[in-house]
């Protein structure tokens, strides 16, 4: 039997199918080590953790790494929280980046739209002190559009947002402080409770984050 090549050209080969999403280094080398290189491409992606978790800091370090590599990156900002000085410090070139300020209810909107619009290596999405509410079909239509456009999207919140829609999510506790001279220092533990398969569970990492008094 002979398949007509209109047929043929909605088949995919097996060898695609097979082939690995790669990863988007978070600039944080034991983020990355725990994560298996990054957050995934082409997925969804979830940073959870409350203030002073250092949640800020990673995101921060995510986009200035994007944007080192040559990425198109843009961020969008639910309820206006990006510290310009802070963003410099932490090697975001802010002409370069695409800032978007949104209310909680048109955040995940704008993302949407940023999205579909096709040319991004990352988008992120912060929500602040915001705990996002979002219906299934949300998510969905995210997940659908990262994988189209080969966008990775990378949600921060304070609490769980997405639940299985993520490819992979870290978990912050809550970071201890501590003092060192004239430099303060946030030591936080991550947790990827979603991600590639673990042998021996969740793994761990800690971080730290250094900043002058």
Same mark, same amino acid.
């Given at each position: 039997?002979? &398949?007509?090549?209109?047929? /043929?050209?909605?088949?995919?080969? !097996? ?7 790669? *990863?988007?280094?978070?600039?944080? @080398? ?13 997925? /969804? ?10 949640? #800020? ?10 944007? %080192?590599?040559?990425?198109?990156? !843009? =961020?969008? +900002?639910?309820?206006? @929280? ?10 975001? @070139? &802010? ?7 949104? #209310? ?16 991004? %290596?990352?988008?992120? &999405? +912060? ?18 559009? !990262?994988?189209?456009?080969? #966008? #990775? ?12 829609? !993520?490819?992979?999510?870290? +978990? ?13 220092? =946030?030591?936080?533990?991550?947790? *990827? ?10 793994? *761990? ?9």
């Amino acid at each position: 039997m002979s &398949l007509s090549p209109e047929i /043929l050209a909605h088949f995919v080969p !097996a060898g695609r199918l097979a082939e690995p999403r790669g *990863c988007l280094p978070t600039g944080i @080398a034991p983020l990355d080590k725990m994560l298996g290189g990054g957050w995934p491409r082409a997925a /969804l992606a979830e940073l959870r953790g409350r203030r002073s978790s250092g949640r #800020t800091a990673i995101l921060y370090a995510s986009l200035a790494r994007s944007i %080192g590599m040559g990425q198109s990156v !843009a =961020l969008v +900002d639910s309820g206006g @929280a990006l510290d310009p000085r802070f963003a410099v410090a932490a090697g975001i @070139a &802010l002409p370069r980046l695409l800032w978007i300020r949104s #209310t909680p209810e048109q955040a995940l909107k704008a993302t949407d739209l940023l999205v579909s619009a096709g040319g991004f %290596g990352l988008v992120a &999405l +912060d929500f602040g002190d915001q705990r996002p509410r979002a219906p299934s079909a949300a998510w969905i239509r995210l997940k659908h559009g !990262a994988e189209r456009q080969r #966008t #990775t999207i990378l949600v921060a919140s304070p609490a769980s947002a997405m639940g299985s829609f !993520a490819a992979a999510t870290v +978990d912050l506790a809550a970071a201890a402080p501590r003092f060192e001279g004239i430099f303060f220092h =946030l030591r936080a533990q991550a947790t *990827c409770v979603r991600g590639k398969y673990f042998d021996e569970g969740p793994p *761990c990492a800690w971080l730290v984050f250094s900043h002058r008094d």
